[in-house]
């Protein structure tokens, strides 16, 4: 299949080959205490380059991303952060480069921030604020802490969270900018109560502290002055970040750098005061009363990414749909669309490209795929089918045909075949429902997009009926967009519309049951509810569209033997009366009959169907609707639950199968699904988990995917945020201007703060890119004590033990003012660093060895 790129990947292909003469995206630029060189950080590792450009010296060569250099005040020795052990930590090494050296070894991340002098290092690590902290112990909030050169144990500098400190000369003071509250470090232009401001803080016996700036935005980055009576500072007072200068009164304001359109990041000076920083991914130098310099860097290095990377994938599986003859499963993992089969591992690849793939669907003969895919920069929906007569499953098949279904230039995701296969469902723009026919081509709307309202790509959902006349569609009304009503919908286009529930409360999920006499859905209007925010707890409810199966439906399990007796024996009549092949074959065939609704009583034909409210997940009504299959959480995670409507009685199936949405088979006798990407077969005779494994051959290309991920998130913004009268912005130049950093990122953690920096341009809230790698070495468990940060022998002396923590289920006697002088039979020496002793301790026993000083 042919990978179809979009098109910006030209500028990725034509910069690549130009990329060590003009480096872009260099970042945590530090001068040296003499100013005669410059380390930064560049594609993972560490550079340095003389102050006045020229050739880049490589000093780390790790596989790893080492980033956020810091010298010494001698100027021989470079800190930095490192997570080749698996997370952050704190390494040292010469100027020059050689093997770096570990000092710190807690699973937490650990940044260096500066050097209190030549023989230590402060670093930040949110580990354990001190037992007198009154600060919200929250996990954004980080300590300093205090590490010796030659490493051993870190020492609590400050509980309080101080960002990018600078020390004076003398030691006696330090600046930094305080941490407030959660905003991406990247949004520009905002001002609110959690903006930073810079401090001056007097060291001693009794330290004292005081604001010197007071601009309502953002005041970050402080450097001392060569005078040490004044500093320079990062500020958006003028509009984008720039150097400014104060005193330590915070007076006499003096405004350095001028530039526009980009931030000033990563300021730090030199002893005469020669400043350093980034702009626009460049480095410059600048002296007060200068003009500001770009350092032009020539960096010669390897390429450690390769183009193409494969891979067989065995989990992260996400959207599912069964096959109908029940013998294979299509499903997404990394973007592309596979099918395995049910059985066996043996695993087809339908989809090849950087770009992604979602929302599958198989068509009622089994013989195409239909799903949504993003070329072109625009979402679209294509279909795979098989082409050959005698092959019968996607899984086996040699050849395949893709061809696109919608492709308008208007967003189309979520497409659904028709049950009879004529036509698919799809939504454009996000909200509004139409239908093409697959014969013709014809496209039609079938419900205006002012009906539904979006929060994220496939949150709305509908269903077709099994006549495919009718949809169940999640509806604005009566209740707002936050609280949704079902709506039963004609599909000829016709607009003709029935809001069923008209509850006021949260109603959606609806599914057709019992052969399109009734349906079921889920509505939080009688359970629990959270008044301060969303969310609430909900049930499965049924609602019956014919009288006579919503009388059915209420019949005992005694009263509905006897119907069932009364219609088997119909049946047999009638199949002795058929003895005629091709009438059996003519009934075979014969299209489902036209469904006719009784909505007039439909409210008077309402039954809560689960006994009691819970976080709910996905349900499934037996076809003799005696039983229905549902997942709730009570605990941890989503269970499978039976509720049995005959019986009155509800047992619990299976523990953690997931929250994923519940397919069945025509008879439901099996349910399948795909919960923390893998996918699942459940046997509800014998109450057994299968796992369905596959082995995906995955093509990764990672600068190809990154390229993919930039242009939807900017895309994203475009479609669903962006407003042009938004503060006079350009959205469309940023992408240009942000585009050119692309071949020069190589990782995801560059990426992330390039994605974060477009993303900061917004000035919005909660806007940002993350990157979670996930902690791949052993984590160091905790013994759930704060510990006396004035002590200094051997052991930890405790200062409070936490409730509910792991020494409350220790021994009685340990308490406040014992010392805890073994770990396993370890002991912890004061110049010794404990954390290893706990590394990959959580969840397990430990032995303490703990004594009381004060006891006798």
């Known amino acids: 299949m042919k990978n179809l790129m979009i098109p910006a990947l030209a500028l990725f292909l034509s910069a690549a080959a130009q990329a060590d003469n003009n480096p872009l995206w260099m970042r945590y630029?530090?001068?040296?205490?003499?100013?005669?060189?410059?380390?930064?950080?560049?594609?993972?590792?560490?550079?340095?380059?003389?102050?006045?450009?020229?050739?880049?010296?490589?000093?780390?060569?790790?596989?790893?991303?080492?980033?956020?250099?810091?010298?010494?005040?001698?100027?021989?020795?470079?800190?930095?952060?490192?997570?080749?052990?698996?997370?952050?930590?704190?390494?040292?090494?010469?100027?020059?480069?050689?093997?770096?050296?570990?000092?710190?070894?807690?699973?937490?991340?650990?940044?260096?921030?500066?050097?209190?002098?030549?023989?230590?290092?402060?670093?930040?690590?949110?580990?354990?604020?001190?037992?007198?902290?009154?600060q919200f112990p929250g996990t954004r909030f980080m300590q300093v802490y205090e590490i010796s050169t030659d490493g051993g144990r870190p020492d609590l500098y400050s509980s309080l969270y101080m960002e990018n400190i600078a020390l004076s000369k003398d030691g006696s003071k330090l600046l930094y900018n305080d941490y407030k509250g959660y905003e991406d470090p990247w949004r520009k232009h905002h001002q609110s109560s959690i903006t930073r401001d810079i401090w001056l803080c007097t060291l001693g016996k009794d330290r004292s502290f005081r604001?010197?700036?007071?601009?309502?935005?953002?005041?970050?980055?402080?450097?001392?002055?060569?005078?040490?009576?004044?500093?320079?500072?990062?500020?958006?007072?003028?509009?984008?970040?720039?150097?400014?200068?104060?005193?330590?009164?915070?007076?006499?304001?003096?405004?350095?750098?001028?530039?526009?359109?980009?931030?000033?990041?990563?300021?730090?000076?030199?002893?005469?005061?020669?400043?350093?920083?980034?702009?626009?991914?460049?480095?410059?130098?600048?002296?007060?009363?200068?003009?500001?310099?770009?350092?032009?860097?020539?960096?010669?290095?390897?390429?450690?990414e390769n183009d193409v990377i494969h891979r067989l994938l065995t989990d992260g599986a996400t959207d599912i749909a069964v096959s109908p003859n029940g013998k294979e499963v299509a499903f997404i993992t990394r973007g592309d669309v596979y099918v395995t089969s049910i059985e066996y591992e043996t695993t087809r690849q339908i989809t090849n490209t950087p770009q992604q793939e979602r929302d599958i669907d198989f068509s009622p003969d089994g013989r195409s795929l239909v799903y949504s895919a993003e070329r072109e920069g625009t979402w679209g929906i294509y279909e795979s089918k098989l082409t050959r007569d005698e092959d019968k499953q996607f899984t086996y098949a040699p050849e395949l045909k893709e061809e696109p279904l919608v492709v308008s230039g208007q967003t189309s995701f979520q497409p659904l075949y028709s049950p009879d296969g004529n036509e698919v469902a799809f939504l454009e723009n996000r909200t509004t429902l139409r239908v093409i026919n697959r014969k013709t081509k014809q496209v039609r709307t079938v419900l205006d997009g002012k009906y539904l309202y979006s929060y994220s790509d496939g949150d709305q959902h509908f269903q077709w009926s099994p006549d495919s006349k009718w949809f169940l569609v999640d509806y604005i009304s009566i209740g707002g967009w936050n609280n949704t009503d079902i709506a039963l919908v004609k599909a000829d286009g016709s607009g003709e519309v029935t809001n069923l529930t008209e509850s006021g409360y949260s109603d959606g999920d609806a599914k057709w049951v019992l052969d399109g006499k009734a349906m079921i859905w889920s509505s939080d209007r009688a359970g629990f509810r959270s008044h301060g925010s969303w969310g609430a707890e909900r049930d499965v409810y049924i609602m019956f569209f014919d009288g006579e199966a919503y009388d059915k439906f209420r019949l005992s399990k005694e009263e509905l033997a006897l119907v069932e007796t009364d219609e088997n024996k119909d049946k047999d009549e009638d199949k002795a009366s058929d003895k005629d092949s091709d009438k059996k074959k003519e009934d075979k065939d014969k299209p489902v009959a036209p469904l006719k609704f009784d909505l007039e009583n439909r409210k008077d034909r309402i039954i809560r169907l689960t006994a009691h409210s819970s976080s709910l997940g996905d349900a499934v009504l037996a076809p003799k609707g005696d039983k229905l299959y549902y997942c709730a959480a009570f605990e941890k995670g989503f269970d499978?639950?039976?509720?049995?409507?005959?019986?009155?009685?509800?047992?619990?199936?299976?523990?953690?199968?997931?929250?994923?949405?519940?397919?069945?088979?025509?008879?439901?006798?099996?349910?399948?699904?795909?919960?923390?990407?893998?996918?699942?077969?459940?046997?509800?005779?014998?109450?057994?988990?299968?796992?369905?494994?596959?082995?995906?051959?995955?093509?990764?290309?990672?600068?190809?995917?990154?390229?993919?991920?930039?242009?939807?998130?900017?895309?994203?913004?475009?479609?669903?945020?962006?407003?042009?009268?938004?503060?006079?912005?350009?959205?469309?130049?940023?992408?240009?201007?942000?585009?050119?950093?692309?071949?020069?990122?190589?990782?995801?953690?560059?990426?992330?703060?390039?994605?974060?920096?477009?993303?900061?341009?917004?000035?919005?809230?909660?806007?940002?890119?993350?990157?979670?790698?996930?902690?791949?070495?052993?984590?160091?468990?905790?013994?759930?004590?704060f510990f006396d940060n004035a002590y200094t022998g051997d052991g930890l002396k405790i200062e409070e033990i936490i409730a509910k923590g792991p020494l409350t289920l220790a021994d009685s006697q340990i308490k406040k003012g014992c010392i805890i002088e073994k770990i396993d039979g370890t002991p912890i020496k004061k110049d010794a660093d404990y954390y290893p002793l706990l590394s990959g301790k959580v969840g397990k026993k430990v032995m303490l060895s703990v004594y009381d000083p004060t006891s006798k």
């Open 29 to 134: 630029c530090a001068i040296s205490p003499d100013g005669q060189t410059i380390a930064f950080s560049y594609q993972g590792d560490i550079y340095t380059v003389p102050s006045s450009g020229g050739k880049a010296r490589q000093l780390t060569t790790h596989p790893a991303h080492d980033t956020r250099p810091v010298w010494s005040p001698d100027g021989q020795r470079i800190a930095f952060a490192s997570n080749r052990s698996g997370n952050f930590d704190v390494f040292l090494m010469n100027k020059e480069g050689g093997e770096p050296k570990r000092l710190t070894t807690h699973s937490t991340n650990e940044y260096p921030t500066t050097f209190k002098d030549n023989g230590h290092i402060l670093y930040l690590a949110n580990i354990l604020q001190d037992a007198k902290d009154i």
């Open 640 to 785: 499978l639950w039976e509720h049995d409507l005959k019986e009155k009685s509800t047992k619990l199936l299976l523990k953690n199968v997931g929250r994923g949405t519940l397919f069945a088979d025509k008879k439901v006798e099996n349910l399948y699904l795909t919960a923390g990407g893998k996918l699942k077969k459940i046997g509800l005779k014998d109450s057994k988990e299968k796992p369905i494994a596959f082995k995906a051959e995955f093509a990764y290309r990672p600068a190809e995917e990154r390229a993919y991920i930039f242009h939807h998130a900017w895309r994203q913004v475009l479609d669903k945020f962006y407003d042009p009268t938004l503060r006079g912005m350009d959205w469309k130049g940023y992408e240009t201007a942000y585009t050119r950093f692309l071949p020069h990122i190589n990782n995801n953690f560059d990426f992330q703060e390039m994605l974060s920096e477009l993303l900061g341009e917004l000035n919005g809230s909660h806007t940002g890119a993350r990157y979670n790698p996930g902690l791949t070495g052993p984590e160091t468990a905790s013994l759930g004590a």
């Open 211 to 304: 604001k010197v700036t007071t601009f309502g935005g953002e005041d970050r980055n402080p450097v001392w002055a060569a005078d040490g009576a004044s500093f320079y500072y990062l500020s958006e007072e003028k509009g984008s970040f720039n150097i400014f200068k104060k005193d330590l009164a915070g007076d006499s304001e003096k405004q350095i750098t001028t530039h526009t359109t980009h931030p000033v990041r990563f300021l730090t000076s030199d002893n005469s005061g020669t400043l350093c920083y980034s702009y626009d991914g460049e480095i410059y130098t600048v002296k007060e009363g200068q003009k500001p310099a770009k350092v032009n860097i020539q960096i010669v290095a390897d390429k450690i």
